[in-house]
């Protein structure tokens, strides 16, 4: 089992950066891929996603350059860095999280390849 709690959400104008954090909790074995998605409309789209063995990366098109998912392995959390924030990233964040284990890694990055998910946590940015 594995307990996920995103923080760090607020509404903020557009150009600046927000930092979203994701603690994890239960089985923190780094055999696992932790994701974040955000929902906007009843849609729940993959933004980033973390291989915590491999320490590769995926993200989305429309957040490359912009967004980074990064991990303290010590403090078991996930990040989310956010800049230059538009106001299509206006959002409900999710962090999530599965096993991924192997040595090759294709990123997850449909919602229903993860089994564990956070509460959520909303972005808003006005223009």
């Known amino acids: 089992q594995v307990q996920l709690m995103e923080s760090g959400g607020g509404s903020v104008q557009a150009g600046v950066s927000l930092r979203l954090s994701c603690a994890v909790s239960g089985d923190t074995s780094s055999s696992r891929c932790l994701g974040w998605f955000r929902q906007t409309l009843g849609s729940r789209e993959v933004v980033a996603a973390l291989?915590?063995?491999?320490?590769?990366?995926f993200y989305d098109d429309s957040v490359k350059g912009r967004f980074t998912i990064t991990r303290d392995s010590g403090a078991n959390m996930i990040y989310l860095e956010m800049s230059d924030l538009k106001p299509e990233d206006t959002a409900m964040y999710y962090c999530?999280?599965?096993?991924?284990?192997?040595?090759?890694?294709?990123?997850?990055?449909?919602?229903?390849?993860?089994?564990?998910w956070g509460q959520g946590t909303q972005v808003t940015v006005s223009s």
């Open positions: 291989s915590l063995r491999l320490g590769k990366a």
């Open positions: 999530a999280a599965r096993w991924c284990g192997g040595s090759s890694w294709v990123p997850p990055t449909l919602r229903e390849e993860y089994e564990y």
